[in-house]
């Protein structure tokens, strides 16, 4: 899967050969932890809509995503906000902003019994989580997402080239 574009992830598992499905999205309130707030240069302990989705290849779950929006950039109230299939989606959706671009860190994990939660990892397995910030077109941070990939099933890749 080529993570060069803004693309949902359901598009990248029809790319990688899969039929993919998302089961029927969570959410909850909480306050944002210091971490969270940092990286949504936000305010710890403001109130935040945590969005979970849990991805399938052929009914096979692959990739669990959590989103961390701010309260405040919705245009919504929490019991009101419309499901998506893609953080992409879901923001658009539900008033927060467009996502421009968005940076992406990756990082190998390594499962254990509840991480992550989800996927039919083995503990002592490995996997990979991205850390992705959201973007708007006016360069605001408008959500984070953590997104845990089960590689043995879906492998990412990026294109670099000189532009």
Same mark, same amino acid.
């Given at each position: 899967m080529r %993570?060069?574009?803004?693309?949902?992830?359901? $598009?990248?598992? $029809?790319q990688c050969g899969h039929v993919p499905s998302? @089961? &029927?999205?969570?959410?909850?309130? $909480? &306050? %944002?932890? =210091? !971490? @969270?707030a940092e990286v949504l240069e936000a305010e710890s302990g !403001?109130? =935040?809509?945590v969005v979970e989705r849990l991805l399938r290849a052929g009914g096979d &779950? *692959?990739?669990?995503?959590? @989103?961390? *929006?701010p309260i405040a950039r919705l245009a919504v109230e929490p019991d009101a906000v419309r499901e998506a299939e893609s953080t992409f989606a879901f923001l658009a959706g539900n008033g927060v902003a467009a996502v421009d671009y968005a940076t992406s860190e990756f990082i190998p994990? *390594? =499962?254990? =019994? +509840?991480?992550p939660a989800g996927l039919d990892i083995e503990p002592g397995e490995p996997y990979i989580e991205l850390l992705e910030t959201h973007f708007s077109r006016e360069h605001e941070r408008i959500a984070l997402s953590r997104v845990s990939v089960d590689? +043995?099933?879906?492998? %990412? +890749? %990026?294109?670099?080239?000189n532009l």
């Open positions: %993570l060069n574009r803004l693309v949902p992830f359901t $598009e990248l598992i $029809e998302v @089961d &029927p999205q969570r959410h909850r309130v $909480e &306050p %944002l932890s =210091a !971490a @969270d !403001a109130p =935040a809509l &779950p *692959v990739i669990t995503v959590i @989103d961390v *929006v994990r *390594v =499962a254990t =019994a +509840s991480d590689d +043995s099933t879906v492998r %990412l +890749s %990026l294109l670099r080239r």
